[in-house]
């Protein structure tokens, strides 16, 4: 079955103690990235990645960090976790658009409902 | 200016309702153009993509007016099952903006 599975689901934590949230898909897409969605703001990109050792930053990049080492996987990294990273967070991947296509919708994980306190 | 904007609801409506949702875009470079549906506290979901001809799936017929900017949503005979957010999306490359959602709710 194609999934996109992040882990945890769920988090409680407190402020500045580094956390991950992993993120994995089984469909070999190149493209992965990941979304805050707070209420009344919609679905927001922290950071994207393109392939392999390729990422990029999104609208809300600060206080967030990737990486991309293996095609599968897509780390969210918080260094130092603030209360305003309270939110829900979403993984996301899809084939990459070759030039002058852009027709390929994302799947998405569960969802990871952060809170910092 | 949100890249995005849409009516956020909510919309009660009874069962069997027709509901239309309306979506408006800034970037008039956007290329492609969805609504996902996302249920409370779950991910979204692709519901349909949208084109410029119109398209229909069962009771869901989404338009896109390039020249307005405009996209919509269209629900006949609604289900309970209905009940949800409805996301716009539009997507140049692969750079995806999110409206904030309309929420509907569908009662007995």
């Known amino acids: 079955e194609a999934q996109v599975t992040q882990n945890p689901r769920y988090l409680i934590t407190v402020t500045g103690k580094k956390l991950t949230v992993t993120c994995s898909q089984n469909?070999?897409?190149?493209?992965m990235s990941w979304y805050r969605q707070d209420p009344g703001l919609g679905l927001r990109q922290i950071y994207y990645?393109?392939?392999?050792?390729?990422?990029d930053k999104g609208d809300v990049p600060e206080g967030y960090k990737v990486s991309r080492k293996e095609k599968r996987n897509f780390p969210l990294i918080l260094e130092s976790p603030s209360p305003n990273q309270t939110s829900l967070y979403f993984c996301?991947?899809?084939?990459?658009?070759?030039?002058?296509?852009?027709?390929?919708?994302?799947?998405f994980g569960d969802g990871t409902r952060l809170s910092i306190l | 200016r949100k890249e995005v904007e849409q009516d956020p609801g909510p919309f009660n409506v009874p069962e069997g309702a027709t509901v239309a949702f309306n979506c408006t875009y800034s970037?008039?470079?956007?290329?492609?153009f969805f609504w996902y549906r996302q249920d409370c506290r779950k991910e979204p979901k692709l519901l349909m993509s949208?084109?410029?001809s119109g398209n229909e799936d069962g009771r869901f017929t989404a338009q896109l007016n390039r020249a307005s900017q405009y996209i919509s949503l269209l629900i006949r005979d609604s289900k309970l099952s209905d009940s949800a957010t409805y996301l716009c999306?539009?997507?140049?490359?692969?750079?995806?903006?999110f409206g904030a959602g309309t929420r509907l709710t569908v009662k007995p």
């Open positions: 996301a991947s899809s084939t990459r658009i070759p030039r002058g296509l852009s027709n390929q919708p994302q799947h």
């Open positions: 469909m070999n897409h190149e493209y």
């Open positions: 949208v084109y410029s």
């Open positions: 990645s393109m392939n392999v050792e390729v990422t």
């Open positions: 999306v539009v997507k140049r490359g692969n750079d995806m903006r």
């Open positions: 970037n008039s470079a956007s290329q492609s």
